[in-house]
């Protein structure tokens, strides 16, 4: 306990010690950090489908400069906690997806002999996903008035405890699905992720339509703004020194 005092490090410890610490990546992960936010491209198409797993892994498992790696998945095995983070967090995904996937709307959308396919496994699945999302639940007052608030907020009501022998089955079932190479609801999520397209797409429209009834713009303003657009911008005018002494030698 009195290492601090009389240890060979001063206080604050030695500098060296302490920029190789301000150096090291970190493990707790941010959802910035997070492999969906890291490979969405806003104003195209992502690179994901063109990865092949082995590829995909090698990326996730380098992190950048900041973050250790893109998930929790990648941590070693000496870290078993975040190991199961990283799986938790897949099945919370995965938990969402269903949710939309039995909407009306999307059933609508699909033929019935292919709905019927991939709800047979996501009826299988489904107690599985939830069973292995060991979040902490939603937040009761949901505060849109900023990004950042709305991202916070939760869709998913707290969920009951569950048992350790339901959560060892739970991840033997996981781990068998996982392995498949090809599945119907995997196949439907493929298909729907769309390289990120539909949700940046839809983004993108909902903000434009946020301009053109709250900014307001009117259709002159998006005539003005496009044809400003076809030309270059008029280049800045260089920074002036931040003081000089022209006040003091005016007349």
């Known amino acids: 306990m009195a290492e601090g005092l009389f240890g060979a490090s001063s206080f604050g410890g030695n500098a060296s010690e302490t920029q190789n610490t301000s150096q090291a990546r970190r493990t707790k992960l941010y959802p910035y950090d997070s492999t969906a936010m890291q490979l969405i491209e806003p104003y195209g198409e992502s690179v994901i489908n063109n990865l092949t797993k082995a590829k995909l892994w090698e990326a996730v498992s380098k992190g950048n400069h900041k973050a250790q ?3 929790h998945l990648c941590a070693p095995t000496s870290d078993q906690w975040h190991i199961g983070a990283g799986i938790s967090l897949t ?41 292995l999302n060991l979040g902490k639940g939603s937040q009761d007052q ?43 609801f995997q196949s439907f999520l493929f ?27 009117r259709v002159e303003d998006f005539v003005t703004a496009m044809k400003a657009r076809l030309h270059k911008p008029p280049e800045s005018q260089p920074a002036g020194a931040a003081s000089s002494a022209t006040g003091l030698f005016e007349s």
Not at 102 to 114: F, P, Q
Not at 147 to 165: C, I, N
Not at 197 to 210: C, D, I, P
């Open 191 to 217: 298909i729907t992720a769309a390289s990120n397209t539909f949700f940046t797409g839809h983004v993108a429209e909902l903000v434009a339509r946020a301009a053109v009834s709250e900014k307001p713009m």
């Open 69 to 71: 790696y893109h998930s």
């Open 142 to 184: 949901r505060d849109t008035g900023t990004l950042r608030q709305a991202k916070r907020a939760k869709m998913s009501t707290p969920k009951p405890d569950v048992t350790e022998p339901q959560v060892i089955k739970a991840a033997q079932e996981f781990h068998a699905w996982l392995s498949k190479e090809q599945s119907p």
């Open 91 to 131: 099945a919370a995904a995965l938990v969402a997806a269903v949710k939309h996937f039995k909407s009306d709307n999307v059933k609508a959308l699909i033929k019935d002999e292919l709905y019927a396919k991939i709800e047979e496994e996501v009826n299988v699945m489904l107690p599985v996903f939830e069973t």
